[in-house]
């Protein structure tokens, strides 16, 4: 890569005009506050002899040339050919004439994300840069005549433009073995044999291919669930297995730049189909692609593979996306699942959940069943269960907002739970001394809501679990410190 060194009088590189770069400055130097640079900070580019991070505590001048040169090099010609292969190179021509729009549109974009931060766009900055690289370069190739004036198109219009000239990606027979045989997590080998070819065996480090071949283990890679139709639903834990499963077009898995895969990790899956086609999903940033990393619907993919929903459903109730829950799984009833398939579905990812669930969670898990009134009574039998579950794993949390939810939302399951009130206030009061310790503990300040709902025979009990406390307590031998 070659640099040209920075000339703050003009633009960086050829191809900008000094008037251009010119507008470019006082859009981003009178428009631009510094938070919104926030999610530039990480990136970085290699010199011949240095490299390079974002000038975050920089100038608008210094900021814009970094990217100007960023942008330069992303431009620049690339070998196409996929990388480890031996194959002939593949150069894809150089697209800075498109740069002076480029720069131009990602100012633009900041600036209406400044005016409307939840306006949603076709490409997400700056992870995206090398997504709009790539449609740049298919508008260069397949784009001809009066419709090849970039300066007439926005960044959707871009995208919009070229969708029907990307190339679908599904994963090869070859490369989807490999990545199992490298990355996916099982119990026994035995397991794991069961996703490789015939003659492939597999040791706790390694798997040796029918032909002699060594491929070292590196788990990174966790089935969540295999669908009836053979289709595998896997988390992705690592970069490498993000990188070896996914499609090159996605920024968790690009193979030549860094990837943007640590933005993602907590919860990335992959739904990859028999036939090879794969998705990629992300709840927390509702984040549902195909191979182009074009956004498909999520209720078209749990229409389309029967399971799906279940799988994906604790991961919805974590990142508390319950009207996305709401949303398809009204579809799905009207369509091919019973009401009681799935409420017993619901019940069970929930109950499996608990663990990991915060209180909004647990709350908007909690609505659904309000929303239908056959769940509603359906979940009645199973709030004791649950709160037991959430004592005997310590979840403090997930107790309160049980039982604060519950005491103000449904008579029924108030009822439900009244034999349940003398062992949570005593999980929530057990380290309390006295009355009036327990009057001003944190513990029972987070019951206030549930003592003054409008149910007297619950502050009645409560009361008598106060003072076997203090029974218990004045019955304890009295420590002295002599």
Request: glycine share 4%.
């Amino acid at each position: 890569m070659s640099i040209i060194p920075v000339n703050k009088s003009s633009a960086a590189y050829p191809g900008l005009s000094q008037e251009f770069a010119t507008r470019c400055r006082n859009l981003c130097r009178h428009t631009l506050p510094a938070e919104i640079w926030e999610a530039w900070q990480h990136l970085e580019m290699r010199t011949p002899s240095d490299k390079l991070s974002f000038p975050s505590d920089g100038g608008e001048d210094e900021k814009l040339d970094f990217i100007d040169r960023y942008l330069f090099d992303l431009l620049s010609p690339k070998d196409l050919a996929p990388p480890n292969r031996n194959v002939l190179p593949n150069w894809r021509a150089d697209l800075n004439k498109y740069r002076g729009w480029l720069l131009h549109r990602c100012l633009l974009q900041l600036d209406q994300i400044r005016r409307n931060p939840k306006t949603r766009h076709a490409y997400v900055l700056p992870e995206d840069l090398s997504k709009i690289v790539g449609d740049l370069y298919l508008f260069h190739k397949h784009i001809v005549g009066v419709d090849a004036n970039i300066s007439n198109y926005s960044f959707d219009q871009l995208k919009k433009k070229v969708d029907g000239h990307r190339l679908q990606q599904p994963i090869e027979f070859g490369e989807r073995v490999r990545a199992h045989a490298a990355f996916l997590i099982t119990d026994t080998s035995s397991e794991l044999e069961a996703f490789l070819p015939e003659g492939w065996k597999a040791t706790t480090a390694t798997v040796i291919t029918a032909e002699g071949g060594l491929i070292r283990r590196s788990p990174g890679a966790k089935l969540i669930a295999l669908l009836e139709d053979g289709t595998e639903v896997i988390q992705l834990l690592t970069e490498k297995a993000s990188r070896a499963y996914g499609s090159p077009d996605w920024c968790t898995a690009f193979r030549r730049r860094a990837t943007y895969f640590s933005d993602y990790k907590d919860d990335l899956l992959l739904v990859l189909a028999p036939n090879g086609e794969r998705w990629q999903l992300h709840a927390r940033k509702d984040m549902y692609m195909d191979a182009t990393d074009t956004k498909v619907d999520l209720g078209d993919l749990f229409k389309r593979f029967v399971g799906l929903e279940e799988a994906f459903l604790p991961y919805l109730l974590k990142n508390n996306r319950a009207e996305l829950i709401d949303e398809y799984t009204q579809e799905l009833r009207a369509s091919r699942v019973d009401n009681t398939e799935l409420f017993e579905r619901f019940k069970n990812a929930f109950f499996e959940s608990i663990d990991r669930l915060g209180s909004g969670t647990i709350e908007a898990g909690l609505k659904r069943c309000l929303a239908y009134e056959d769940w509603e009574e359906a979940m009645a039998p199973y709030l004791g269960p649950l709160i037991n579950k959430a004592i005997e794993g310590d979840k403090e949390l997930a107790v309160v907002t049980i039982l604060n939810f519950v005491c103000t939302r449904s008579d029924m399951w108030a009822n439900a739970l009244k034999d349940y009130i003398h062992i949570s206030f005593n999980y929530l009061a057990r380290d309390s001394a006295s009355e009036d310790i327990l009057e001003n503990s944190t513990r029972y300040s987070l019951l206030s809501n549930f003592m003054q709902g409008d149910f007297p025979e619950w502050e009645s009990q409560i009361n008598d679990a106060i003072r076997g406390r203090i029974v218990q307590r004045l019955q304890q031998p009295l420590l002295l410190d002599l």
